[in-house]
């Protein structure tokens, strides 16, 4: 395996422009990023949905990667198939293989500049916590969710996703751009410290821990019968409120608040991905989370430099 060698992902949904705008860029100009010496594949993630600016032809890309969907042979639908050829090429036994796999995303919500990280593997919390510490950025860990697996980044030893928000679908925007580029950076300067042997983490990792997802209200035929409502709308990261409304229907009928949710868990408070576009075909019209602060354990650091180690 090529040493440190790091797999970077743009437009896993084809809809989703500026990763795979900023690519470009750097194919054409590899001085604008700023890799700290960190050998680095470029990648069109679904270089089809991306020509039809669809985020995906046939099924989600980004829920492809679960070893049984892979294993089945069955299975022909062209996101499949570009999952197991991002494998054949970059997988750990695959012609160029990588060790670390950074997955570039846009979303229609408030999410600012943020992480994702999918389950608890040492190295990945390494990775966030190097990140944090440069720019503060919130992590979201994404695990127990049944509904929802497959995704990209677990099928390489170490990974996380960057995602920037809010913009519109299709859309390209400088602001979502630089600051792509700037969580970019910050990983690719973690895992050279990583390479080097001298990474040094922050005391603490700051996480939001996912608990649950909440969709609209919805009719017997599936159809919605609110909206999510203005004052919840762009207060990602923000702890959910007594009396905070949730949904708007246009009717003069009480306004579900977010007081039952709170009875349910009231640590489960703090939303993220609110009302994102593509989220709706899977029944999310936002997720809770609860914050966590966690000491950071020298395991991590070790788990990361031994995996970047020459």
């Known amino acids: 395996m090529a040493n440190g060698q790091v797999l970077v992902v743009a437009g896993t949904h084809g809809n989703e422009r500026n990763a795979p705008w900023l690519l470009e860029q750097w194919r054409r100009h590899p001085d604008l990023l700023a890799s700290a010496g960190v050998p680095v594949q470029l990648e069109i993630g679904n270089p089809e949905a ?22 089945d042979a069955a299975l022909q639908q062209r996101e499949l198939q570009r999952a197991r050829r991002l494998l054949e090429l970059y997988g750990s036994a695959g012609q160029r293989p990588c060790r670390v ?49 497959g995704f990209l980044v677990e099928r390489w030893p170490c990974g996380l996703v960057i995602e920037v928000g809010p913009v519109a679908q299709g859309l390209l925007s400088a602001t979502i751009a630089r600051q ?21 983490l922050p005391s603490v990792l700051q996480v939001h821990c996912h608990r649950r997802s909440v969709d609209l209200p919805r009719d017997s035929a599936g159809e919605a019968l609110a ?5 919840l709308q762009n207060r990602d990261w923000r702890p959910l409120e007594p009396g905070l409304p949730l949904f708007w229907s246009g009717k003069s009928e009480p306004v579900p608040s977010a007081d039952a949710l709170l009875q349910e868990d009231r640590e ?4 993220v991905f609110i009302n994102e576009a593509a989220y709706g075909e899977k029944g999310i019209a936002f997720s809770l989370c ?10 991590w650091a070790e788990a990361l430099q031994s995996l970047m180690a020459p």
């Not at 991306?50 to 294993?71: G, I, V």
């Not at 792509?180 to 040094?200: C, N, S, V």
């Not at 609860?290 to 395991?299: G, H, L, N, Q």
């Open 227 to 231: 909206s999510v409502h203005p004052r």
């Open 50 to 71: 991306l020509q039809a600016n669809r985020r995906y032809l046939d099924r989600d890309l980004n829920r492809c990667f679960a070893p049984e969907l892979l294993a």
């Open 268 to 271: 489960a408070r703090w939303p």
């Open 101 to 149: 796999a950074l997955d570039l995303h846009s979303t229609t919500s408030g999410m600012g500049n943020s992480l994702v990280v999918y389950g608890r593997r040492p190295s990945d919390l390494a990775l966030a916590a190097g990140i944090q510490a440069r720019l503060g950025l919130p992590v979201y860990l994404h695990e127990a969710d049944a509904a929802q697996t």
């Open 180 to 200: 792509t580029q700037l969580a970019l950076e910050a990983a690719l300067l973690t895992l050279a410290e990583a390479t080097a042997g001298r990474l040094r």
């Open 290 to 299: 609860r914050r966590e602060r966690w000491d950071v354990e020298a395991s």
